[in-house]
């Protein structure tokens, strides 16, 4: 990474989540009353800028919205986080909405409206990423936008993530531009395995494997395995977001790639012990304490 380039840039998706605590996700034509529910902010790229900052790092978010109540949400949880926010308004798109089951083992489902997600530009990405040393980006906005970022970060020598969710075999397109490719298990194996991955151009493949931590795999090089450190989860709706975000930080901050999944896991970890997508109880600190305790 160049000298002159800080921080972290996230090129997203931001969605008002709508969460709904349920025992079990309901059949085909069935009705359930949830426990209880909730509005929070979300967005895989919200999720992950949000963890960035939270992880320590100075964090900008390039993300589109409509002009609606939903935005003025987001853009509050933006703020308290400490994240710069970059926001296209789409005229005439409403704000992405995520309907979230949270089931009573810590597992969910999701449906996602993208809304104005769709509308984001490359020419936004570009100007977004400007200046960062860590450009992280997913794919639930337009992949000429994933694109136009990765190409950017690379362009100005900034490291460039792709959390490749959800996953399209399209993905492979883009590895050839990619530092740090993060996927999970079905991810990984709907792109056609660590191989493929890491032939079709990735420089690192980080294969997350839930309750069973996660593997750091590099070309010619051993791979590498971090456990995953033991908690009862209770939402784990953004343990992957807070993985991806604090991962991010951490290289931004400089950390060799071992270190940073480490604490890249202690963010996971600590997001999944709380309800919502992100919790404010992330801090350095809180990882800091957790991978102490190991």
């Given at each position: ?24 996700p309901p059949r085909v034509g069935e ?155 079905t991810e990984c194996e709907t792109l ?45 709706t953004g343990a992957g977001d807070a ?52």
């Amino acid at each position: 990474m160049s000298d002159t380039l800080s921080g972290v840039a996230v090129v997203g998706s931001a969605n008002l989540d709508l969460v709904v605590e349920v025992a079990r996700p309901p059949r085909v034509g069935e009705t359930l009353l949830g426990r209880s529910g909730g509005r929070f902010a979300g967005g895989k790229g919200l999720n992950q800028a949000v963890a960035s900052a939270r992880a320590g790092a100075a964090t900008r978010f390039c993300a589109a919205v409509g002009r609606d109540e939903a935005a003025d949400l987001l853009r509050v949880a933006l703020h308290d986080a400490g994240v710069e926010a970059h926001l296209r308004v789409a005229a005439g798109v409403p704000t992405g909405v995520a309907h979230v089951l949270a089931l009573d083992d810590g597992d969910n489902s999701i449906v996602v409206a993208a809304g104005a997600n769709a509308e984001l530009a490359p020419d936004d990405a570009v100007s977004g990423v400007s200046g960062a040393a860590v450009v992280l980006a997913q794919l639930e906005v337009p992949l000429d936008t994933v694109a136009a970022a990765l190409r950017a970060a690379r362009a100005q020598g900034a490291l460039a993530l792709l959390n490749a969710a959800p996953a399209d075999a399209v993905a492979l397109e883009l590895l050839g531009d990619v530092d740090v490719l993060i996927v999970n298990e079905t991810e990984c194996e709907t792109l056609g395995g660590v191989e493929r991955l890491l032939a079709a151009g990735a420089s690192a493949v980080v294969r997350t494997l839930g309750g069973d931590g996660v593997e750091l795999h590099r070309r010619a090089v051993p791979v590498v395995h971090v456990p995953a450190f033991r908690i009862d989860p209770v939402d784990t709706t953004g343990a992957g977001d807070a993985f991806c975000g604090a991962l991010a930080a951490a290289l931004a901050a400089g950390e060799e790639p071992v270190a940073a999944l480490l604490t890249a896991s202690a963010a996971g970890a600590i997001t999944a012990s709380y309800r919502g997508a992100n919790t404010a109880e992330l801090s350095p600190a809180a990882i800091a304490d957790l991978v102490a305790a190991r």
